[in-house]
């Protein structure tokens, strides 16, 4: 089946420790954004990569890290700097342009502080 | 910078019944995309319907419509005969047309849908 897999789904961190969050696509999309949502609120956008080796800071960057080696994966990393990281963080990559341009996103991750 | 707003933070309807959700955005761009996403308990991210900015027809798909006015920048989203699975949080989101632009969204609305 074709769609985003976001592992895993439940992630508890420790004092000063970095954890990483995978995601990983199978449907051609160029484009990749990582969200964080907090509780009862909308989404920001923390990191989003349009190509391969280049991606951009959201709205709320400190704190987090990316990559972008492969088409299919872009990880996200919650760095110690990351001081209030307990969220639910939501993965998701798009059609390209000149199609139906829409957002898909995967099932989310829970991150929690030990 | 393009803003989103969602002045409801929570609404009800009785199943079966017809409920409006609202939105208005803020933009300097003539071209862009609206979505209305669905977050069931489940936090599964759903699209629920899409309008593009330079068509003027309201989009609709099955028991959801939208009533898109684009001079006074609201995008609402009315959902008939309500079901108990239409039970979320449903977000508005904004896009410009561009390639690879993101996505900006609003507080949402929590919809309860009383049977």
């Known amino acids: 089946d074709g769609g985003i897999t976001q592992s895993p789904k439940y992630l508890f961190r420790k004092e000063g420790q970095n954890v990483t969050l995978s995601c990983e696509q199978n449907?051609?999309?160029?484009?990749m954004y990582w969200y964080r949502q907090d509780p009862g609120q909308g989404l920001r956008l923390i990191y989003y990569s349009q190509i391969v080796n280049d991606f951009q800071k959201g709205d709320i960057a400190e704190g987090y890290s990316v990559s972008r080696e492969k088409k299919e994966s872009f990880p996200l990393t919650v760095t110690s700097a990351q001081k209030n990281p307990t969220a639910f963080y939501l993965c998701?990559?798009?059609?390209?342009?000149?199609?139906?341009?829409?957002?898909?996103f995967g099932a989310g991750t829970r991150l929690s502080v030990l | 910078a393009q803003t989103v707003t969602q002045s409801q933070p929570e609404m009800s309807v009785q199943e079966a019944e017809t409920v409006t959700l609202s939105c208005t955005y803020d933009?300097?761009?003539?071209?862009?995309?609206l979505f209305w996403y669905k977050q069931p308990p489940s936090r599964q991210m759903i699209l629920v319907i899409r309008q593009e900015a330079y068509k003027q027809q309201n989009a609709t798909e099955n028991r959801f419509s939208v009533n898109f006015q684009k001079a006074a920048k609201s995008f609402s989203l009315k959902i008939s005969d309500s079901q108990l699975g239409d039970a979320a949080m449903y977000f508005c989101a904004y896009r410009r047309r561009t390639s690879g632009s993101r996505l900006t969204f609003g507080e949402g609305t929590q919809l309860t849908v009383n049977p």
């Open positions: 449907l051609n999309h160029d484009a």
């Open positions: 933009t300097s761009e003539s071209d862009y995309y």
């Open positions: 998701a990559s798009n059609t390209p342009s000149g199609t139906l341009n829409i957002q898909y």
